[in-house]
């Protein structure tokens, strides 16, 4: 969420932000319906003011005369209130539908797209693998090596369900124990986060696309079972599973003000994730490329509201995934992601994809952006100024450390031999206990 006085000031700066990130809200509405929520705020705030003189002047008056005036100059300022205060209620509602539509003006350098396909190159690493022999994808050496069971996954998960098996669990584990180990040498609080969350965190992060959860466009699982509150009675809280740590991570500060000595505040999380992935409906509907649930390790950062420090903190965060995708051995390419493949709160970001053989493309593995102070106005997330105490909202950042099922998909895919067997990389050994998966 953006400030009010910001698109106030920049109202046509803001205009373009939406259109370049195909976001449909309308700003000239915005500022209109803003103008009357202000008018009937100063009036109810009068009307208040009116009520408390009068409320003084009672306790004074000497004679009836001037008690039956005041009784009646009180009824006829409840009255304007009555009508005033559901006047206010209803327009400062669709303020907020409003408001939380608009989005963050990118940074200037943001190349301005319509879809993925204006995404950016800026960079590669690595030599794609060259096969002697026709390879196989990671179904067909899913199944040779008795590591993954789409169709029973399927039965008893439904549609994009999966069972990792044997050695494809020690990879898949090994590849967060080596994600979180990474973490820590990188100086990062590690955290497992609640997965199951109440409806704030997530509205506030921005995995909401309106005021309120709407299952038909929200990729999010919203648990219908009743749950109960401390003292056993009904909770009034809805509650959603999470598709990534970070709406977790972020609403840990929540309401809070920090120190600005603290900032900033590095906290990486490992969790399950759960998507429901409706926008994808028809994509990739072979294998384990895009699922409703996986593992992921998850970086989140706190930091200053200062712009050129937020994007060397962007920068470190997806050199850490840039690293570990060289030490995995995996070919990779950086993006700068376009404004229409950008998501409302975003001022920057840039996405790694590794090399998948099987689909013979680079396939997402991982995703760096600033917000900015967009998700904090939502969360509440501040911090005091060292100098003078001044509150300020904190800018946020996240970035996918290592996701489960694509780096899982990337290492049998390269790694695969002639005959059928898929070498480990050398830094997972240590947790998967050999050097190679051999067919069964």
Same mark, same amino acid.
């Given at each position: 969420?953006?400030?009010?006085?910001?698109?106030?000031?920049?109202?046509?700066?803001?205009?373009?932000?939406?259109?370049?990130?195909?976001?449909?809200? /309308?700003?000239?509405?915005?500022?209109?319906?803003?103008?009357?929520?202000?008018?009937?705020?100063?009036?109810?705030?009068?009307?208040?003011?009116?009520?408390?003189?009068?409320?003084?002047?009672?306790?004074?008056?000497?004679?009836?005369?001037?008690?039956?005036?005041?009784?009646?100059?009180?009824?006829?300022?409840?009255?304007?209130?009555?009508?005033?205060?559901?006047?206010?209620? +209803?327009?400062?509602?669709?303020?907020?539908?409003?408001?939380?539509?608009?989005?963050?003006?990118?940074? &200037?350098?943001?190349?301005? =797209?319509?879809?993925? $396909?204006?995404?950016?190159?800026?960079?590669?690493?690595?030599?794609?693998?060259?096969?002697?022999?026709?390879?196989?994808?990671?179904?067909?050496?899913?199944?040779?090596?008795?590591?993954?069971?789409?169709?029973?996954?399927?039965?008893?998960?439904?549609?994009?369900?999966?069972?990792?098996?044997?050695?494809?669990?020690?990879?898949?584990?090994?590849?967060?124990?080596?994600?979180? +180990?990474?973490?820590?040498?990188?100086?990062?609080?590690?955290?497992?986060?609640?997965?199951?969350?109440?409806?704030?965190?997530?509205?506030?992060? =921005?995995?909401?696309?309106?005021?309120?959860?709407?299952?038909?466009?929200?990729?999010?699982?919203?648990?219908?079972?009743?749950?109960?509150?401390?003292?056993? =009675?009904?909770?009034?809280?809805?509650?959603?599973?999470?598709?990534?740590?970070?709406?977790?991570?972020?609403?840990?500060?929540?309401?809070?003000?920090?120190?600005?000595?603290?900032?900033?505040?590095?906290?990486?999380?490992?969790?399950?994730?759960?998507?429901?992935?409706?926008?994808?409906?028809?994509?990739?509907?072979?294998?384990?490329?895009?699922?409703?649930?996986? @593992?992921?390790?998850?970086?989140?950062?706190? &930091?200053?509201?200062?712009? $050129?420090?937020?994007?060397?903190? +962007?920068?470190?965060?997806?050199?850490?995934?840039?690293?570990?995708?060289?030490?995995?051995?995996?070919?990779?390419?950086?993006?700068?992601?376009?404004?229409?493949? @950008?998501?409302?709160?975003?001022?920057?970001?840039?996405?790694?994809? &590794?090399?998948?053989?099987? @689909?013979?493309?680079?396939?997402?593995?991982?995703?760096?952006?600033?917000?900015?102070?967009?998700?904090?106005?939502?969360?509440?997330?501040?911090?005091?100024?060292? $100098?003078?105490?001044?509150?300020?909202? &904190?800018?946020?950042?996240?970035?996918?450390?290592?996701?489960?099922?694509?780096?899982?998909?990337?290492?049998?895919?390269?790694?695969?031999?002639? /005959?059928?067997?898929?070498?480990?990389?050398?830094?997972?050994?240590?947790?998967?206990?050999?050097?190679?998966?051999?067919?069964?």
């Amino acid at each position: 969420m953006l400030d009010i006085q910001y698109i106030r000031d920049n109202a046509e700066e803001v205009k373009r932000a939406a259109k370049n990130k195909n976001i449909d809200v /309308d700003i000239e509405k915005l500022l209109e319906v803003d103008k009357e929520r202000v008018k009937l705020l100063q009036e109810i705030e009068e009307f208040n003011s009116l009520k408390n003189d009068v409320n003084d002047l009672m306790k004074e008056a000497k004679t009836s005369e001037d008690r039956e005036v005041l009784i009646t100059k009180g009824k006829e300022i409840k009255m304007q209130l009555e009508i005033k205060e559901p006047q206010f209620a +209803q327009v400062k509602k669709y303020f907020e539908a409003l408001m939380i539509k608009v989005p963050t003006v990118p940074a &200037a350098d943001v190349p301005v =797209g319509k879809s993925d $396909e204006d995404n950016v190159e800026i960079g590669k690493w690595g030599n794609l693998p060259e096969f002697s022999f026709t390879p196989k994808t990671h179904l067909e050496l899913g199944k040779l090596l008795d590591v993954l069971d789409m169709d029973r996954g399927a039965k008893v998960g439904g549609y994009r369900g999966y069972y990792l098996k044997n050695e494809g669990v020690l990879l898949v584990m090994g590849l967060m124990q080596y994600a979180l +180990q990474k973490m820590v040498s990188k100086g990062y609080t590690l955290m497992i986060p609640p997965t199951l969350v109440k409806e704030f965190a997530l509205k506030g992060s =921005g995995y909401f696309k309106g005021v309120e959860y709407d299952g038909e466009i929200d990729e999010v699982y919203q648990v219908a079972t009743k749950d109960k509150d401390v003292d056993g =009675g009904a909770s009034k809280d809805k509650k959603f599973l999470v598709g990534t740590a970070e709406p977790s991570l972020l609403a840990y500060y929540s309401d809070e003000i920090l120190k600005e000595e603290q900032l900033p505040m590095k906290l990486c999380g490992y969790s399950q994730c759960y998507r429901s992935e409706i926008g994808s409906y028809g994509k990739d509907t072979k294998g384990m490329y895009r699922v409703h649930e996986f @593992m992921k390790v998850e970086q989140v950062v706190i &930091a200053a509201a200062d712009k $050129e420090a937020s994007d060397a903190l +962007q920068q470190e965060m997806i050199a850490i995934s840039k690293e570990m995708h060289e030490e995995l051995g995996l070919p990779y390419r950086q993006l700068n992601i376009c404004t229409g493949d @950008m998501s409302a709160g975003k001022y920057r970001a840039f996405d790694i994809e &590794a090399w998948l053989p099987g @689909m013979d493309r680079y396939g997402e593995t991982g995703s760096a952006s600033n917000f900015l102070d967009w998700q904090a106005r939502r969360l509440n997330v501040r911090y005091a100024e060292k $100098e003078g105490g001044a509150k300020k909202y &904190a800018y946020l950042l996240n970035n996918t450390a290592l996701p489960s099922p694509r780096v899982f998909i990337a290492i049998l895919e390269n790694y695969q031999q002639e /005959d059928g067997s898929v070498v480990i990389p050398e830094v997972l050994r240590p947790y998967v206990g050999k050097e190679s998966i051999q067919p069964k």
